[in-house]
Structure formats: C-alpha cells, structure tokens
T-cell receptor
Framework: ELKVEQNPLFLSMQEGKNYTIYCNYS?????LYWYRQDPGKSLESLFV?????AVKQEGRLMASLDTKARLSTLHITAAVHDLSATYFC??????????FGTGTSLTVIP | EAQVTQNPRYLITVTGKKLTVTCSQN?????MSWYRQDPGLGLRQIYY???????DKGDVPEGYKVSRKEKRNFPLILESPSPNQTSLYFC??????????????FGSGTQLSVL
C-alpha cells in the first residue's frame, strides 16, 4: 500500500525554539516535496527533493531526504510566528501520482 | 502573472445535479491534476493528466470525470454529486522532468457543498 505518514499532526512551539517534522513513506521513491498551507489558503511549494541525501534550506526551514530510510525531515530553526501554518509532505511513487501526508499544523507561540 | 485559476471558489448544490469546476493554467505545464482535501486525510489525488488527451485515475477517482482537450484547461466534472463529495478541491499543474521546476502550482481552491 502506498502511504505517507507525517508526525506530529499538531505542533505548538515557542518562538525561538527548534523542532523537526517527520515524513515517512511506505515504498521506494526519490521524489519528495514539502508544501505550506496558511489557514483558508492554497498550498505553496517549499522544497523539491529529488535524490538520496538531498538537503535544501530556505530561511529558518531545512528539508532533507533519506531514501534508504524512506524518511524526510523538515527542520525549523528558531521559530517565528510567521511560520505558523500547516505543512504537508508529498511523495511521487510512480512518476505522476502524488500522495500527501495528513499534514502538520504548526502554531508558534510568542 | 503565472497562475492556476479555479472557478468557482464556493459552490453549493444538491444531490444529482451535474456540475463542473474549471481549472486553467498559463504556464504551459504538461502536467495537471485534481485533489480533494478533507480534515484528517490530507490531500488525495482524484485524476491527473500528463498532456493533452492523456488522463489517468488517481487515488480516489470514483464519481468524478475529467477531460484535457487543451493544454491549459483541465475541468473536473461531477455527473451526479453526492453528499460524500462535499470537500475542498484543488487543481494543480507543473512541469515534469526531475528538476526543481517540477513543483506543483495550486489553484486557490473550490469549496463544494452537496446537500
């Protein structure tokens, strides 16, 4: 079964702290994506990871991919309120079908 | 401006009344797809299209139809909507080709309620 699991589902963190969101997937793939969704809005792309060991960074967010472990992480450094959103990982198992995780709702508290 | 345009944003209908949600992109993307978003389930792919006249089922295609007669348009058709199709729908498009350009660009969403 093709499956993508994210954890945690909900994350409340204080400003300035670090945390990691995990994305596990069920079968081989080397195409993984991270998206952000603000409340009531659409999704926007954060990172595209296309190979084992890929690491991408943008501001306080860093994403990595370990295809052998079937695991991607989204690391948040020194969180700020503007990062409050829902984060989704998505995996392309077949070259044209995207499977999304259930999302991690992040709230950054002052 | 590069964008994916979905219409309508909100739609309330009754069981069995055929409806179409339109999707258009201006980025010359080959790949287009439809998703539904339900609480606790994330996004699930309904249909996708690799190019004009090429469409295929995603994870949850039952009760939906699509067509791709032109590269820019990819409408979603519900021939006989039922209440379990009440959901938030997103259209998306992208280049394909194992580059960082292959990220999905999403439309603004269509909130559908079937009574």
């Amino acid at each position: 079964e093709l499956k993508v699991e994210q954890n945690p589902l909900f994350l409340s963190m204080q400003e300035g702290k670090n945390y990691t969101i995990y994305c596990n997937y069920s079968t081989t793939s080397d195409r993984l994506y991270w998206y952000r969704q603000d409340p009531g809005k659409s999704l926007e792309s954060l990172f595209v990871l296309l190979s084992n060991g890929a690491v991408k960074q943008e501001g306080r967010l860093m994403a990595s991919l370990d295809t052998k472990a079937r695991l991607s992480t989204l690391h948040i450094t020194a969180a700020v309120h503007d990062l409050s959103a829902t984060y989704f990982c998505a995996v392309d198992f077949t070259g044209n079908q995207f499977y999304f995780g259930t999302g991690t709702s992040l709230t950054v508290i002052p | 401006e590069a964008q994916v345009t979905q219409n309508p944003r909100y739609l309330i209908t009754v069981t069995g009344k055929k409806l179409t949600v339109t999707c258009s992109q201006n980025m010359n993307h080959e790949y287009m797809s439809w998703y539904r978003q339900d609480p606790g389930l994330g996004l699930r792919q309904i249909y996708y299209s690799m190019n004009v006249e090429v469409t295929d089922k995603g994870d949850v295609p039952e009760g939906y139809k699509v067509s791709r007669k032109e590269k820019r348009n990819f409408p979603l058709i519900l021939e006989s909507p039922s209440p379990n199709q009440t959901s938030l729908y997103f259209c998306a498009s992208s280049f394909r080709g194992r580059t960082t350009n292959e990220k999905l660009f999403f439309g603004s969403g269509t909130q559908l309620s079937v009574l």
